[in-house]
Every structure is written in structure tokens, then in C-alpha cells.
T-cell receptor
Framework: EAQVTQNPRYLITVTGKKLTVTCSQNMNHEYMSWYRQDPGLGLRQIYYSMNVEVTDKGDVPEGYKVSRKEKRNFPLILESPSPNQTSLYFC????????????????FGSGTQLSVL | QKEVEQDPGPLSVPEGAIVSLNCTYSNSAFQYFMWYRQYSRKGPELLMYTYSSGNKEDGRFTAQVDKSSKYISLFIRDSQPSDSATYLCAMRRMDSSYKLIFGSGTRLLVRP
């Protein structure tokens, strides 16, 4: 089954304790991205990657790191989490082959609810 | 000012009603317009995709784009309780590789 898998689904941590949220896709997609979703603010892009070893900042990159060593994986790293990073996080992937076509779409994971105390 | 504005709702309608969901935007460079549906505790999934202006119909769903007014709509006919979800509009420029700008979402509740 084609899917984007995020882990963990729920995470409670304390300020300053490094954490990693994993993301993996099995569709051989070139493009992967991380979003955070907050009430009233919608989905905001954190980082994205156009391919292996190619990453770039989105709209809200401060406090986050990413890496893309393999095509299928795109982990999100919070080196020193703070309470303002409490949010619902989504990983998404897509294929450039579909760009501009009616089947162009982002495939989203099921989300990671992060609480930083 | 946000690039994409969407009324957060909630919008509560009886089963069978016609639902109209809307977004306005400020960037005239947007060319691709999408509606995503998000069920509670799930990731968004693409519902409708439209390029430039015009209408597109898929079953009970119709997406409408009015570029002159910078306004897009999603209509749901014969709404069902299973349509209860948050609906997010999204759009991108032609020269932007998958950089989608999302609205904040409208929560829809269809009452049986």
C-alpha cells in the first residue's frame, strides 16, 4: 500500500531534550516536506527536499533540522525543543512526474502530535 | 495579511444540504488550486484539483475558480455525515515546485 509513515504518533517531551520524528515513504517520491499545523494558522511548511541531499527552508524553519540521506526517509530533528514547538506535525511526499497534472498531489502521513513541556 | 484566507467555521448543516466552502487569496500568480479534506486525527488528502479558472465536477463535489475575483469555492451536493471534516484550500504558483500555500481550513459538520 502506498503510504507515508510517521513515527511516533504522539510525543510528550520537556524543553531542551533533543528529539527526532521519522518519516518514510514507499512511493519513490522525489519531493518530501514537513509541515506544522496550528489552530487558526493552517499548515505551514518547515523544510522541504527536492531529492537526496537537497533540502531547503520553508516558511518556519527556526528550531528545526532535517536531513535527506536516502530517498525514502526525511527525519525532522528538534535539537532543543521549546514549548512554542508544541504542534501537530505532518510529513508529506509527492512526485515531480505528476506536477501540473490532475493527479498532482501531496501524500500526507497521519501526523505526530508533539507536546513540549 | 495572509496570502490565503479561509473562514474557520465550524459550519453545521443538515444531511442533504448543499455546502459552499470558500477561500480568497491575494497573489495573482497562483495557477493551481486544490481542496484537501482532513478527517480528525488524520493527514489531509487531496479532494479536488483545478488548473486556472473554471469549474470542475467530481461526483457530488464541484470546485470553482474565479481568478478575476481571486476566489475559489468547493460545493458539496447532497451532503452526508461522512463529509464531516476540515476542508483546506491550497494553491501554488506555476513556477513553484510543490510549494503549496494552505488556507487555515473550514470545519464542516453534517448533522444526520
Amino acid at each position: 500500500e502506498a503510504q507515508v509513515t510517521q513515527n511516533p504518533r504522539y510525543l510528550i517531551t520537556v524543553t531542551g531534550k533533543k528529539l527526532t520524528v521519522t518519516c518514510s515513504q514507499n512511493m519513490n517520491h522525489e519531493y518530501m516536506s514537513w509541515y506544522r499545523q496550528d489552530p487558526g494558522l493552517g499548515l505551514r511548511q518547515i523544510y522541504y527536499s527536492m531529492n537526496v541531499e537537497v533540502t531547503d527552508k520553508g516558511d518556519v524553519p527556526e528550531g528545526y533540522k532535517v536531513s535527506r540521506k536516502e530517498k525514502r526517509n526525511f527525519p525532522l530533528i528538534l535539537e532543543s525543543p521549546s514549548p512554542n514547538q508544541t504542534s501537530l506535525y505532518f510529513c508529506a511526499s509527492s512526485s515531480f512526474r505528476d506536477r501540473g497534472r490532475s493527479n498532482e498531489k501531496l501524500f500526507f502521513g497521519s501526523g505526530t502530535q508533539l507536546s513540549v513541556l | 495579511q495572509k496570502e490565503v484566507e479561509q473562514d474557520p467555521g465550524p459550519l453545521s448543516v443538515p444531511e442533504g444540504a448543499i455546502v459552499s466552502l470558500n477561500c480568497t487569496y491575494s497573489n495573482s500568480a497562483f495557477q493551481y488550486f486544490m481542496w484537501y479534506r482532513q478527517y480528525s486525527r488524520k493527514g489531509p488528502e487531496l479532494l479536488m484539483y483545478t488548473y486556472s479558472s473554471g469549474n470542475k465536477e467530481d461526483g457530488r463535489f464541484t470546485a470553482q475558480v474565479d481568478k478575476s475575483s481571486k476566489y475559489i469555492s468547493l460545493f458539496i451536493r447532497d451532503s452526508q455525515p461522512s463529509d464531516s471534516a476540515t476542508y483546506l484550500c491550497a494553491m501554488r504558483r506555476m513556477d513553484s515546485s510543490y510549494k503549496l500555500i494552505f488556507g487555515s481550513g473550514t470545519r464542516l459538520l453534517v448533522r444526520p
